[in-house]
């Protein structure tokens, strides 16, 4: 059975292509900065946005078409997985992503959950090894159900919090059977709503206590993936503690995990965090945290997780340039964490989608690439600090200064003189090489 009999496999056609399903930038093969765009960018699909997701809003119920959605059960379950497959060979996607929840549904107890979760994995697997798809990632959901009310690892029910641990058990066994080349945490319900009855200690140090313990698990059954966290400041809770790239990274030294983590970063996260994406990332790359990237854009006049698929190519544009310069994202990728408007309801919406944000973000490669090459920033930032390159600038640098020499060069200066950021000169520069 074809569940998208009307879309064929998705090519590179180049930018003179009128043919809404085809790449009009991202062409897999060519090579740029040294390596394929399908190298540097690594795309993975997001299972729950792409195949579970019904176009549902706090105003209306779902408007999406789906061929999938005549079954039920574990029915529909199979269906979505036979319907995501084909959906990565048409769109040429390398990589998925899910939950545990996105791909099985919950029975009465953990145990039969886990048997329903298992007969699905199968499935999965065997599709992985007929295609050659890979899992960039998987999760798992502590967040939707309503035991996870007050939060999961960080939850003030022990019961909960044995029964977050157990799925965290489950989760990485999955992930371990099916080669997943990551496993993420993103807090959902992680964090308070009201401040003066929350023990923040004691929730911290008990989600600090799951992260060792999902560590040493991963060491004890082999399960070599990349361990990373996703930062997100709020929503569905008034304050989550992995707030933004800085808050996470503070966390994980605090409680002895930096070696352990890295950082999944999201666009609109970063966006309800108060900051650009771009941001985020360099604070991650300094750090030596950066693993991979959620991509999407939010709305700036809207204030919740809107989760758009990327077509900013300002924004996509500097997203690329942190990656660059941090060497790639390794064992990480690209994971379209985005969804079709809740107009855009028909199943070919989803590859539209797909291929906008994909072809921007093969833009903000090669602008990126190229901005590198001609060191258009790296030259303006030598020449702003210059002057820490000789004479007392040197000395700071270098450790070799103290309070009384550089009062004692200070005592005598004259008139200090600055040079002009030219912030909107650079800026008309980045629009030329992006257009």
């Not at 085809?22 to 040294?34: D, I, L, M, R, T």
């Not at 993103?186 to 560590?215: C, F, P, S």
């Not at 400041?233 to 002895?256: M, N, V």
Request: contains cysteine; glycine residues 8%; aromatic residues 12%.
């Amino acid at each position: 059975m074809s569940y998208f009999p009307s879309v064929g496999k998705i090519t590179y056609e180049g930018k003179e292509s009128k043919n809404p399903f085809a790449f009009k930038h991202y062409n897999p093969s060519e090579v740029v900065a040294g390596k394929t765009m399908e190298e540097h960018l690594r795309f993975a699909v997001s299972y729950w946005h792409t195949f579970t997701a019904s176009g549902t809003d706090p105003f209306g119920s779902g408007t999406a078409v789906r061929s999938w959605d005549k079954f039920s059960g574990i029915d529909i379950a199979k269906a979505r997985v036979e319907a995501s497959f084909e959906f990565y060979e048409k769109l040429g996607a390398k990589y998925f992503c899910f939950h545990d929840r996105d791909i099985a549904p919950e029975g009465s107890t953990l145990r039969e959950t886990n048997k329903i979760l298992d007969e699905i994995v199968a499935m999965i697997k065997s599709h992985m090894a007929s295609t050659g798809v890979k899992l960039l990632w998987n999760t798992q959901n502590m967040f939707t159900n309503p035991r996870f009310v007050h939060g999961a690892a960080t939850a003030n029910n022990a019961d909960v919090y044995a029964y977050a641990a157990a799925q965290v058990k489950k989760g990485l066994e999955t992930g371990k059977e099916l080669g997943a080349e990551n496993y993420v945490f993103w807090g959902g319900r992680e964090g308070y709503e009201y401040l003066q009855i929350t023990d923040m200690k004691l929730e911290l140090d008990n989600l600090a206590r799951l992260y060792h313990m999902a560590v040493d698990y991963a060491k004890e059954i082999g399960f070599d993936a990349q361990f990373l966290i996703e930062p997100k400041p709020k929503e569905p809770t008034k304050h989550q503690y992995d707030f933004d790239a800085a808050t996470t990274i503070a966390f994980l030294r605090t409680y002895g995990l930096e070696n352990h983590f890295k950082l999944n970063l999201e666009a609109n996260h970063a966006t309800l965090a108060g900051h650009t994406f771009e941001h985020e990332l360099r604070v991650a790359r300094i750090q030596g945290m950066l693993g991979s990237i959620d991509a999407n854009q939010g709305d700036m006049l809207l204030g919740w997780d809107t989760d758009e698929f990327p077509t900013d190519l300002y924004s996509v544009t500097l997203a690329m340039y942190e990656i660059l310069q941090n060497g790639g994202l390794g064992k990480g990728g690209v994971n379209f964490d985005a969804k079709v408007r809740r107009g855009s309801f028909e199943q070919e919406d989803l590859f539209l989608a797909h291929i906008a944000g994909m072809d921007s973000f093969a833009r903000g490669l090669k602008a990126a690439a190229k901005l590198i090459e001609d060191r258009v920033f790296e030259n303006a930032i030598e020449e702003r600090y210059a002057s820490f390159k000789s004479g007392i600038g040197a000395d700071v640098v270098a450790g070799k200064a103290d309070l009384k020499a550089l009062e004692q060069y200070a005592l005598d200066l004259g008139e200090i003189q600055n040079r002009s950021g030219r912030q909107e000169h650079l800026k008309a520069i980045m629009n030329e090489y992006i257009f």
